[in-house]
């Protein structure tokens, strides 16, 4: 019913930056929070950040200061932006959206296939 497609994933190199694009779609009444997770090779998936349909935004300690979240709330699209990237910030970087369906009250929550970020020299 509801598909999530991120884009801008890629190799950049250490203080580098790439922007991170998470589109939803399908049978969307409205959608509350939106945001990012990732998962590194053997760790466990972690929060990146999230922002409300009102914009309120909330990050994890290790991107505040580097990362900034942005909706377009027409568009049903959320945007990561990523500056002064580190080795630290390799993983696959899953959108994840609370997404209130129609013909349900409740929203539900869906996550995208992920977009792989590599931070390299």
């Known amino acids: 019913q509801v598909q999530l497609v991120e884009s801008g994933g890629g190799l950049v190199q250490p203080g580098g930056s790439l922007r991170l694009s998470c589109a939803a779609s399908g049978s969307i009444r409205s959608i509350d929070d939106m945001g990012w997770y990732r998962q590194a090779p053997g760790k466990q998936r972690e929060f990146v950040a999230v922002?409300?349909?009102?914009?309120?935004?909330r990050y994890a300690d290790s991107v505040k200061g580097r990362f900034t979240l942005s909706r377009d709330n027409v568009k049903n699209t959320v945007y990561l932006q990523m500056n002064s990237l580190n080795l630290e910030d390799t993983a696959d970087y899953l959108c994840?959206?609370?997404?209130?369906?129609?013909?349900?009250?409740?929203?539900?929550?869906?996550w995208g296939q992920g977009t792989q970020v590599t931070v390299s020299s």
């Open positions: 994840n959206a609370d997404v209130k369906v129609s013909g349900y009250k409740r929203p539900t929550s869906y």
């Open positions: 922002i409300s349909s009102g914009g309120w935004t």
